[in-house]
């Protein structure tokens, strides 16, 4: 099992930065890949950035030079970096764990971009 909790979401202006923390219930080089998913009203999950256990990383196209992902192996946490932000990147951003063919979610931290 592993347990996810995601902060840092709140109200921000178009063009302010916020960072997402998610702090991981066990050792981050266990876990294949963290995520950080985005949900917004009426529309699909979609992936905007992963890091594998080696730090590979990927983003999604709208992500790409502006948001970061990160991780800090010390605390078990992993953030999302997120400046430029746009209204169009308001959603509830969701923490995900793959650890084999297992995965984990957590609860989700609402962001809101005002124009």
């Known amino acids: 099992q592993v347990q996810l909790v995601e902060s840092g979401g709140g109200l921000v202006q178009a063009g302010g930065s916020l960072r997402l923390s998610c702090a991981v219930s066990?050792?981050?080089?266990?876990?294949?890949?963290m995520g950080w998913y985005r949900q917004a009203p009426g529309k699909e999950r979609e992936l905007v950035a992963g890091?594998?256990?080696?730090?590979?990383?990927n983003y999604a196209d709208s992500a790409k030079g502006r948001f970061t992902i990160s991780r800090e192996t010390a605390k078990n946490t992993v953030y999302l970096q997120m400046n430029s932000l746009k209204p169009e990147d308001t959603a509830v951003y969701y923490c995900?764990?793959?650890?084999?063919?297992?995965?984990?979610w957590g609860q989700g931290t609402q962001v809101t971009v005002s124009s």
């Open positions: 995900n764990a793959r650890v084999l063919r297992q995965e984990f």
């Open positions: 066990r050792s981050i080089f266990s876990i294949n890949v």
């Open positions: 890091i594998t256990n080696i730090g590979s990383t």
